[in-house]
Each structure stands twice: as structure tokens, then as C-alpha cells.
């Protein structure tokens, strides 16, 4: 969630250090499911080291929807902030090292944070920028083919590119990994 964020800020750190405290550290191995679909998101993940993803079920097949790497907090939001249940699965895809914390434990201090102004011009911040993600990340289904797809990931954020399996990769532009290898393949040869 913060990865968008100015960490070296004041009210950055002063936000991390008030809820820090409220945070577990915890380990996970790779293909670790954290939140199953349809179940309720009852944690908050932030990622210290690692990687996930987000996923959902389409006919029997896993469609990858998001990756969240080191400094990004993760759940299903409107799960955990509504009770209702995960559209998605998170999943860890490499050993991840996360920070969590349990909705009991966090709500009440996110309810009073929401009420600081510039905490919660910080949470506006954020949600507005994965919201844009989001929204971009949509249109480029109808406006992009997949070779574009994946030339603007490889731009925007080839760290993913590096750390993902391909299968991954190819799920996350809405291919199979066939289509991703043909589609590297002629990338290669131009």
C-alpha cells in the first residue's frame, strides 16, 4: 500500500513508528497461500522482503491480477475493512518475510489515524494511486495488445520481470506462457 510513498518523510515516519508496534514479523515459504478467495481477510500484510501476488479463479485457471514487493502493504481491503469475503487469493510466489497485523489489533488505530489530517491525506494518497494503477492497468486490456502489454511492463517495472516465472508474467497480460514465449521470441529477433 505505501509503496508509492516518500518514506524519508516526516509524517511518513511518524506514521510507520505509530503503527509499527501493532506489526508481527513473520516468514513464509514460497507458494504460500495467505488469503484464500471467498474467505474473509482478517490481516494486514507489509512486505519486508519477498513477493506476492494476487489471484483469482477464472474457470479452473489461476489469473494473476497484481504483484506486491518489498515495501508494499497487502490484503484484500474491502474484505478487511467490510468483513466481505476475498474476491481474490494472495499468495506468496518467493520466501517472503512480511510484517502483519490481525484486524482486531489494527482497526480501532486505523479509525483514529483516519482522523489525523495528514495521515489520512496519506491514506488518500495511496488508495488513489492504486486506484490509477488499477484504472490504467484495465484500459491497457481494451486499448493494448499483449506485446504492448508486456513492452510497458518491461518499462514500468522490470524488477518484475526479473523476480516473476514467466507463467506468472503471462497471466498477469492476460496470455499463456506460449504466447509470452512467441511473443519474447519475436521481441529477441528485432
Not at 488469503?35 to 522482503?49: D, I, P, Q, R, S
Not at 478487511?80 to 489489533?105: C, R
Not at 495521515?119 to 481494451?142: A, G, K, P
Request: proline letters at 4%.
Amino acid at each position: 500500500m505505501f509503496e508509492k510513498v516518500d518514506r524519508d518523510s516526516l509524517i511518513s515516519q511518524e506514521f510507520i513508528a505509530k503503527y509499527k508496534p501493532y506489526f508481527r514479523e513473520e516468514s513464509y515459504a514460497a507458494k504460500t497461500v495467505l488469503l484464500e478467495e471467498g474467505e474473509v481477510a482478517n490481516k494486514v500484510f507489509w512486505v519486508k522482503k519477498g513477493c506476492m501476488r494476487v489471484w483469482l479463479n477464472k474457470d479452473g485457471q489461476e489469473v494473476t491480477f497484481q504483484f506486491f514487493l518489498e515495501h508494499s502493504m497487502v490484503s484484500s481491503i474491502e474484505s478487511f475493512w467490510k468483513g466481505m469475503p476475498s474476491k481474490f487469493t494472495l499468495e506468496t510466489i518467493e520466501p517472503t518475510e512480511v510484517w502483519v497485523a490481525d484486524k482486531e489489533d489494527i482497526r480501532p488505530l486505523l479509525e483514529d489515524s483516519l482522523a489525523t489530517p495528514e495521515y489520512r491525506d496519506l491514506f488518500i494518497e495511496v488508495l488513489f494511486q492504486r486506484t490509477f494503477d488499477y484504472v490504467n492497468r484495465s484500459l491497457s486490456f481494451v486499448k493494448s495488445t499483449p506485446e504492448q502489454r508486456y513492452l510497458e511492463l518491461v518499462e514500468q517495472r522490470p524488477e518484475l520481470i526479473k523476480r516473476i516465472p514467466q507463467h506468472y508474467i503471462a497471466s498477469y497480460i492476460g496470455i499463456t506462457k506460449v504466447h509470452l514465449s512467441r511473443i519474447k521470441s519475436k521481441l529477441l529477433k528485432k
